[in-house]
């Protein structure tokens, strides 16, 4: 009785939903959870304290053995998205491409691209309440225009079963859409081995202005 008090107690506690958005399982075991949390809790501070003064000016993420030391520590959630926009290279990139991620949304249509897409919305993490279309604001809208402007840009992949989930948890990080996608494009197009997706059936888009004149700016700007 004593350990089902716990676990009671500890279930009143701890949120049923995770800062990400996603419901914690039935079996969820709280108790345990608290347990660790509270032991762990005192790392997590330093570490956020480390990454604070590392950060501290609001400059670039700069590549070196610290960060890389700090990031295999982990990353804490509120500074995530600013490190990953800036190992990754998707940082530079956005900035030097500014109003490309919305000149590929109001580009061209692709009936084909749109249509995998929008079959693969419901089926996106289903246990996450960011995602259900009685959510406000509901994710799924930012989720297809990521993908449809991915779809457009990397032709050679288009849009492929389970990039949906990579670009989700993307947008659940980064809270925007455009950091979301030149996070996608360095994930898919740089860091990720080509066969992951290259076993896969793309979905190609017709053929975006936007994006050959990104390509065509390629050879001169290092991307």
Not at 136 to 165: D, I, K, R
């Amino acid at each position: 009785m004593e350990a089902a008090g716990r676990a009671q107690a500890a279930r009143g506690r701890v949120p049923r939903i995770d800062p990400y958005g996603f419901e914690r399982p039935e079996d969820f075991d709280y108790a345990a959870y608290e347990e660790f949390f509270s032991a762990y809790l005192a790392i997590l501070t330093r570490r956020a304290i480390k990454w604070s003064r590392l950060l501290k000016g609001g400059g670039a993420v700069q590549r070196s053995m610290t960060v890389k030391r700090y990031i295999r520590k982990g990353i804490p959630l509120e500074h995530r998205a600013r490190v990953w926009m800036g190992v990754s290279g998707a940082q530079a990139r956005m900035d030097r491409n500014p109003g490309y991620y919305q000149r590929l949304l109001q580009g061209e249509r692709s009936a084909s691209l749109e249509e995998a897409i929008r079959t693969d919305m419901n089926r996106t993490f289903p246990d996450n309440v960011r995602f259900r279309k009685d959510a406000e604001p509901c994710l799924q809208g930012p989720l297809y225009n990521v993908l449809l402007a991915y779809g457009h840009h990397n032709h050679g992949v288009g849009y492929c079963q389970g990039m949906n989930f990579i670009a989700g948890y993307l947008i659940l990080v980064t809270k925007s859409e455009e950091e979301a996608f030149w996070l996608l494009d360095a994930l898919v197009g740089r860091i990720l081995p080509e066969s992951l997706l290259g076993a896969r059936e793309p979905v190609q888009g017709q053929h975006c202005p936007a994006a050959g004149a990104l390509q065509g700016a390629a050879a001169g700007a290092g991307l």
